[in-house]
């Protein structure tokens, strides 16, 4: 039993008494101990959101064939988690996404109101061909918005090294693990 806690702790960080209870209520199974364990993480990840941010790290990637290269602001609490070693990797992962996939804002909502316009004209035109009446129309627009937004936020793009999490995920299993908010500033993408 021990062992399994101590590979437990060692894949999600939580305390001894946590992961007790967790294969306690997964009655031993480690694979459910782990989800529960990660569910209560992003539930106390929640809770943390509003506290302020004051130091950090920038997160800097450049592709192996030096023709592209992002950097990206990640906030924390204290000077102390900035210099941990999963907060770095979490910063340069998060550069890594922005070189990959090319977000252009942090969440949904920042998206620009021009980009969302020109596609919606874009659409509007794709769409006349169709025989659809005009509330199926605007259901489609509605649709291709949404997916347009989750494609082009940051927070909401499907992590790189882990398709099966959102960025979004990813952050708030770091802010479960290391006990402190952590928030995505600006970023920028170079390319040759």
């Given amino acids: 039993m021990m062992k399994i806690i101590k590979e437990i702790r060692e894949e999600t960080g939580a305390g001894v008494v946590d992961v007790k209870k ?23 990840a929640g809770k943390k959101k ?18 592209q290269a992002a950097m990206i602001k990640v906030y ?19 550069a890594m996404q922005v070189a990959a996939m090319n977000p252009v804002a942090v969440n949904k909502e920042d998206i620009s109101k021009e980009i969302i316009a ?3 004209e874009f659409w509007k035109k794709e769409l006349a061909k169709e025989k659809k009446s005009e509330d199926i129309k605007k259901k489609i627009l509605e649709g291709k918005e949404n997916k347009l937004r989750s494609e082009k936020a940051l927070m909401s793009q ?7 999490k959102t960025v979004e995920t990813l952050v ?21």
């Fill in 76 to 94: 924390c609490e204290t000077d102390f988690v900035a210099r941990n070693e999963e907060f770095k990797d979490l910063a340069r992962d998060l």
């Fill in 50 to 67: 509003d506290r302020l941010v004051k130091e950090g790290r920038i997160g800097f990637y450049v592709h192996s064939d030096g023709k």
């Fill in 158 to 164: 499907n992590f790189v090294k882990d398709p099966d």
């Fill in 118 to 120: 020109e596609q919606r």
């Fill in 172 to 192: 708030k299993e770091k802010i479960a693990k290391l006990g402190e908010n952590i928030e995505i500033g600006e970023f920028a993408k170079l390319e040759i």
């Fill in 22 to 44: 967790a294969l306690d209520e997964a009655k031993g199974d480690k694979e459910i101990a782990k989800k529960i364990l990660r569910q209560k993480g992003l539930e106390k």
